[in-house]
């Protein structure tokens, strides 16, 4: 069983930056694709970013070139570089992990989801 537990999130202002960590346990962290993903009050979950297991990354194109998702498999950590935040960003994220080597951007592909970290960004 894998366990996933996010830490990172919190309250910024508009134009700041957070960094999100994302650490692994129970399982072949290395083999999985990783991602990131987000919901805010009243809506679905939504994609943000994701990292295969061989380096890939993929972005939401709204989150494309100020977000940038990386892995530490010496760590079983992914993270979430989050700059240039807006208030529309703020959300719950959630860290999320899959074992085919296909990366998904539909949050129903992913096996395995940690309990979220709350992103706040006032403007």
């Known amino acids: 069983q894998v366990q996933l537990v996010e830490s990172g999130g919190g309250l910024v202002q508009a134009g700041g930056s957070l960094r999100l960590s994302c650490a692994a346990s129970?399982?072949?962290?290395?083999?999985?694709?990783m991602g990131w993903l987000r919901q805010a009050p009243g809506k679905g979950r939504e994609f943000v970013a994701a990292i295969s297991w061989s380096g890939s990354t993929y972005y939401s194109d709204s989150m494309k070139g100020r977000f940038t998702i990386s892995r530490d498999n010496a760590k079983n950590t992914v993270y979430l570089q989050m700059n240039s935040l807006k208030p529309e960003d703020t959300a719950s994220y959630y860290c999320?992990?899959?074992?085919?080597?296909?990366?998904?951007?539909?949050?129903?592909?992913?096996?395995?989801w940690g309990q979220g970290t709350q992103v706040t960004v006032s403007s």
């Open positions: 129970g399982g072949t962290f290395s083999s999985y694709s």
């Open positions: 999320a992990a899959d074992r085919s080597k296909v990366v998904s951007r539909s949050p129903r592909e992913y096996e395995y």
